[in-house]
């Protein structure tokens, strides 16, 4: 089993190191990672015996196993890809450790469906990739596989484990991991000032792990980390508003980098749920429908809540959380997480006061009350929108 991650030498640079004594190893390094072009490529004979073992049956174009679903699950397994990929060092058997030698191959083994296998290999990557797997383990991916979700992403599937090739390679935005589930919203940013931005000149220009990050995803309209990672691109954007809008701290609360950069977007006010103690959001515990249940029961007629309705659930959350200030925190926003992704030039930002600022504005005639679910996506409910009135 060769082990990973801080300490990996090439078979070349191994087989070096055993035959040279140690003092001349660094100049064999040197020697290694300088070969000139003339030097052998891979191939299947610097894999182990058991690996090229298991390639002999596997490395076999259009091979495939029925599933008890009906699904069909390839057995094709590239040699080449595997040796051009960053596991080219790992043993099929340091991920694979289960398989009985005696039977394999020979004996079918009895698979549901696809995910049911991804779900059987999933811990494969523990041993080897510990704090990718806490970051991803603290996202919003794993909470909801945690839930039962079938359809949220394991690290297979973003990273096929017998290809995979360094992720500093700039790939193709439709190759982005996140684009074949989040189709929609792939759709949105594509045509964007950074999709478009992405394809004319690379790297800079944000893809989706930019904004939310790769492993540790937070559900989007939680906390303030979108808000961050734009405003550490763009420095000096928090400045530049100052120049034309009164208390733009007050306005970067209170409304969401897209709600004024998304022109064509419809837009809504989010009435959130905080601890105004602790300044977080306010979070549904899971197998708790606190605030599920009681607005269903304060709004039966499902007209939206009236104001007499919000502060009385407001004073409930009070007297059940002793220890924290619960408050209502407003903030407008886009009306879906297709409009987030539709960001135009600065030009095109609204800036009139009026489309705010005056009474019966159309921005503020949706309104919704949400706390954080256990995931923390929200779960919202709809309120009347004279409240925003009545309230102030
Ligand atoms: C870095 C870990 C890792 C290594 C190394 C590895 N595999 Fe896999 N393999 C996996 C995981 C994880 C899955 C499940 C993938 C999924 O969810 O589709 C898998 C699935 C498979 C499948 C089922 C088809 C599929 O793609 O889902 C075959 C066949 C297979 N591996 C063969 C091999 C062979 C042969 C080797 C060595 C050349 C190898 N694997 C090396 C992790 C690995
Ligand atoms: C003699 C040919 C042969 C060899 C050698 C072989 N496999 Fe397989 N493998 C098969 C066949 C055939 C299947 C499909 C079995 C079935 O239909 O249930 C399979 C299925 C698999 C699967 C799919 C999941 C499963 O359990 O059915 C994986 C993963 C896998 N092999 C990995 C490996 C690895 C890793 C090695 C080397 C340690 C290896 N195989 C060696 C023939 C082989
Ligand atoms: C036995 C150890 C081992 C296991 C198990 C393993 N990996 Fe790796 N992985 C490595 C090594 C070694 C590298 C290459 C060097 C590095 O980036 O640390 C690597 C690289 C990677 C990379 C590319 C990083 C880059 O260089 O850009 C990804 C992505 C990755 N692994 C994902 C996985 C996934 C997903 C699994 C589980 C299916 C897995 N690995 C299981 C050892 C392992
Ligand atoms: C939703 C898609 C997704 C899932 C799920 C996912 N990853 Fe990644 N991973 C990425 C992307 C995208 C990158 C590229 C790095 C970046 O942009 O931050 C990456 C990078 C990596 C790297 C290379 C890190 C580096 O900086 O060199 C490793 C290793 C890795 N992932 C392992 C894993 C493991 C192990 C799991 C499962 C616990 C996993 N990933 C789950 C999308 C994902
Ligand atoms: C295998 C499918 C799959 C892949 C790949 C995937 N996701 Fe997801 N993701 C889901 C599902 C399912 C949900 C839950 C339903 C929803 O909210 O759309 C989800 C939820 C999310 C959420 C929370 C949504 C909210 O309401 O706040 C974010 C953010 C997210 N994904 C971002 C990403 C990013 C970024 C990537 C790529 C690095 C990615 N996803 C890759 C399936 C996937
Ligand atoms: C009240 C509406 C509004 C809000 C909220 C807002 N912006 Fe702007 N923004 C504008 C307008 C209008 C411009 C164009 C100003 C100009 O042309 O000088 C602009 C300009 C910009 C620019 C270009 C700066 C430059 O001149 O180079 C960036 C980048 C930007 N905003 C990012 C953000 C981010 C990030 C957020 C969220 C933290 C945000 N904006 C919130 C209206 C807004
Ligand atoms: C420039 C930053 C940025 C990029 C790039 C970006 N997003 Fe987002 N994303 C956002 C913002 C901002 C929101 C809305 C957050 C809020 O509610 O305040 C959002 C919301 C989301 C949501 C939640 C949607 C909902 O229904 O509430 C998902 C899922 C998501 N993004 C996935 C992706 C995927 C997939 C990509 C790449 C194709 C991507 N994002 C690229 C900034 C970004
Ligand atoms: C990874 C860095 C990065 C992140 C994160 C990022 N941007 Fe950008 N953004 C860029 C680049 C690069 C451009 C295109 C060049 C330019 O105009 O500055 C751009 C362009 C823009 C423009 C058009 C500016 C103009 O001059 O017309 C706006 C508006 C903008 N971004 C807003 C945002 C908002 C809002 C977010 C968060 C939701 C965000 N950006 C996140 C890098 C980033
Ligand atoms: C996209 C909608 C929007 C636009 C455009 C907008 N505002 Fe605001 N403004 C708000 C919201 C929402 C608040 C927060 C109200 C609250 O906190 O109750 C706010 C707050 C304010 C405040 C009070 C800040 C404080 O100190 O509490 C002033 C003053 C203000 N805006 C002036 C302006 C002016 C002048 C313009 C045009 C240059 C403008 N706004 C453009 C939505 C907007």
Avoid at 1 to 22: E, G, K, T, Y
Avoid at 89 to 117: F, P, W
Avoid at 236 to 242: I, L, P, R, S
Wanted: with cysteine.
């Amino acid at each position: 089993m060769n082990c990973p991650a801080h300490d990996h030498p090439s078979i070349a640079a191994r087989l070096i190191s055993s035959l040279l004594p140690h003092g001349l190893i660094c100049i064999a390094l040197a020697f290694v990672l300088a070969l000139p072009s003339w030097a052998r490529a891979a191939d299947a004979s610097d894999l182990s015996k058991e690996t090229q073992a298991c390639l002999k049956c596997h490395d076999k174009p259009g091979s495939a196993k029925l599933l008890a679903n009906g699904e069909s699950l390839s057995l094709h397994i590239s040699t080449q890809a595997f040796l051009d990929s960053r596991h080219a060092d790992n043993d099929c058997e340091d991920c694979h450790s289960g398989l009985d030698s005696a039977t394999h191959g020979k004996v079918k083994t009895d698979i549901k469906s696809h995910r049911d296998y991804s779900m059987e290999m999933r811990d494969s990557c523990v041993e080897c990739h510990k704090k990718k797997v806490k970051a991803y383990d603290d996202g919003v991916h794993a909470a909801l596989v945690a839930e039962g979700s079938k359809k949220a992403p394991l690290c297979s599937d973003c990273h096929n484990p017998h290809t995979q090739r360094s992720v500093k390679l700039l790939l193709p935005i439709e190759q982005l991991p996140c684009a074949k589930c989040h189709k929609d919203i792939f759709k949105a940013y594509s045509g964007d000032v950074h999709g478009l931005e992405r394809v004319a000149k690379g790297k800079e220009a944000p893809a989706c792990p930019d904004c939310h990050k790769a492993h540790e995803i937070k559900a989007a309209s939680f906390g303030t980390g979108i808000r961050d990672a734009c405003l550490g691109c763009h420095e000096d954007a928090a400045d530049k508003h100052k120049d034309w809008l009164p208390n733009a701290a007050r306005h970067f609360d209170a409304i969401s980098c897209p709600a004024c950069h998304a022109p064509t977007a419809t837009r809504r006010v989010n009435l959130r749920l905080f601890n105004a103690g602790s300044n977080t959001q306010l979070v549904e515990k899971s197998g708790v429908p606190f605030f599920v249940d009681r607005t269903a029961a304060a709004d039966q007629l499902n007209k939206g809540l009236d104001g007499s309705a919000l502060l009385s659930l407001l004073k409930e959350y009070n007297d059940t959380n002793a220890d924290a200030k619960v408050v209502l925190r407003g903030r407008l926003e886009v009306d879906s997480g297709i409009q987030a992704h539709q960001i135009a030039e600065k030009s095109k930002a609204l800036r009139d006061c009026k489309t705010c600022h005056s009474a019966g504005a159309s921005a503020f005639q949706s309104v919704s009350l949400t706390v954080a679910g256990p995931d923390g996506r929200p779960l919202r409910h709809g309120v009347q929108n004279d409240v925003l009135t009545s309230l102030t």
